[in-house]
């Protein structure tokens, strides 16, 4: 079901909705720039690279395309395109398109520059991950980077609409029978498919198969043999066929075909034949075109409902989508919003998240934007990490839960971390500098160290706890103030 042309192309209006975008506005001046499309699954990132490999064929034919997939490609599958793509320059440039760009390392990488650069190779990426952090700088400055939206239901909706209708490309054609829909199968499937055209089109095929067996099943139990509706058109058009070869069954214009002009032909009445016992299928009423009905299967909400029996959630564990989830659920505790804070955690849960990742990441929060305000969250924390380990997914779920929401409602203070922060600021930038430890701070266990005027003028602070006059910092750094607590406003929420 991959669009032909990028006018069929569904979704994406803010790279081919408006016919001054780089993407048309290119295609009308047959120049194609080197892009990378970077989106969520199932967004249309293939389907687009080929659309426009399609269309400039169809206006010029000065392109040819070559797809290689990151996956499965390796050195000398890249060495032999872009070695072809030059000795053919001079008749037709290189449209070469590479799926999951970000799996080739830094050497692959750099392969594609030079050819980028003499323009033999018109380069279109694919990737699900953020460029900035999977692809070189030097292929990223040689590129355009349009971003992909994950599809609107919408947009799923006219996708599925599509994949029903069409007999050609459509579900008909994989599952052998008619096929129609339910009311609010179609509404369904788009809802629940996180804007991935791909999940929704998979369920379809699925509710679609399911729904082929259960015709076939009560076709079976009432003695009826079940006939695909491709058999019934083959069978069709060898009758067809054989009726135009004999003189008995043909209409009264193709009886007296001399006498009969184009005009004639087009205007006469020519659907005796086709009106005859011939019949063919009419696909809009479900009919075949003598009365008889077709096998359709009806797709119907519980087929749909059992092909996302697991529910599809958008999350990588591995990808940035990964890191955007943590992040959400960092920031909704700092923010001390509960309600935010468990659905985020629900989120990555639900997403297949390794539950020991996430307290080991509650366990940082507890101190470093807790910390001090409310010193019992760590030992919370820690206890969540253990209980987790101990029990592991679905049961420690609520544990997880209940230290989220601990975290999100505790008092938030970050002096601790910005007073680690400064300390180790301070010591980076005196690498080389550092002053020594001060004498009466250091430890003389031996006569010798004594002797050399260690631990001198030590005061214990057990036997004078009013004495304020003894210093711990270096000589350079005294009166400098790392932990400002508990005096700072700006450190305690």
Known sequence: MRPRNVDEVIGQDHLLGNESSLLRSSLRCDRLPSILLWGPPGTGKTSIARAIANSTNSMSNSYRFVSLSAVNAGVKDVRDVVDEARRVRKMKRTVLFVDEVHRFNKSQQDSFLP????????????????????LITPLLSRCRVLQLKPLRPEDIAVILKRAVGDSERGVERSVGVRVGV???????????????????????????????????????????????????????????????????RAGPFDQCSEASTDKDRINGDLDGRRSSDHAS????????????????????????????????????????????????LHKSMRGSDGDASIYWLARMLEGGEEPLYIARRLVRFASEDVGLADPAALTQAVACYQACHFLGMPECNVILAQCVAYLALAPKSVAVYRAIEAAQKVVKDSVGQNEPVPLHLRNAPTKLMKDLGYGKGYIYPPDDPFSSSQSYLPPSLQGYRFLDWPTSSDDQV
């Open 115 to 134: 050819v980028i650069e003499d323009g033999s190779v018109v380069f279109v990426g694919a990737t699900t991950e953020n460029p900035s952090f999977h």
């Open 182 to 248: 339910e009311e609010g199968v179609i509404d369904f499937l788009s809802s629940n498919c996180d804007g991935d055209a791909r999940v929704a089109l998979n369920a379809l095929e699925i509710s679609a198969t399911t729904a082929a067996a259960s015709l076939a099943r009560r076709r079976h139990q009432k003695g009826e043999v079940f006939t695909p509706v491709e058999e019934v058109e083959k069978e069709e058009e060898e009758e067809e066929e054989e009726g135009s070869m004999d003189p008995s």
């Open 281 to 328: 299928i009419d696909r809009k009423n479900g009919e075949r075109r003598d009365g008889s009905s077709i096998e359709i299967a009806m797709i119907t909400l519980e087929d749909a409902k059992e092909a996302f029996q697991c529910k599809h959630v958008a999350y990588d564990k591995a990808g940035e989508e990964h890191y955007n989830l943590i992040s959400a």
